[in-house]
Structure formats: C-alpha cells, structure tokens
C-alpha cells in the first residue's frame, strides 16, 4: 500500500468524520470556551487537509501555507485567552 493509498483511503476520510464531528460540537457547544476549543480544532484539521494535500500532490508550497494557517490558530487561542482570563463574556 502506498502513501497516497493510505491518504486517499484512511487518513481523508477519518479527518472528514472528524470535521463533521466538530462541527456539531461549535453549534452545540453548551459554552463560549467549548465553542472556542472546536474551532481551534477545526483549524488543526484543516491543517491535516492542507498538508495530506500537499504530500498527495506533492506541492511543497502549500506546506508553508499550513504553518501560517497553524500561527494564525496559535495566536489568536492565545488572544481569546487572555481576553477570557481578564474576566470577558462567559
């Protein structure tokens, strides 16, 4: 089996689940915090799909691409932190 099997096969479709599965967790999520971690996950797994499809299609630009898109997550999980600790909306 080769990588691009096992991309096409296993590792596109759980990440799809799991997307799917997030999304249910941003509508439903019964507090701003549990809203705040899905979307931090999403971004995680659209990372996933960015990078799987820079290794299927073997375009290593795009992985540049997954990294700012993973700073950008980074800083703004750390931004809504600290709005959170200073005592904003619950």
Do not use: C, H, Q, W
């Amino acid at each position: 089996m080769t990588l691009s099997n096992i991309l096409l096969y296993f590792i596109l479709p759980v990440l799809s689940l799991s997307m799917v599965l997030i999304f249910i967790r941003v509508i439903k999520g019964p507090r701003l915090m549990d809203r705040v971690v899905a979307l931090d996950l999403l971004v995680i797994v659209g990372i996933g799909f960015i990078s799987s499809y820079a290794v299927l299609f073997n375009k290593t630009l795009i992985i540049d691409v997954s990294l700012i898109l993973a700073l950008i997550a980074f800083l703004s999980t750390v931004a809504f932190t600290y709005y959170y600790e200073k005592g904003g909306e619950e």
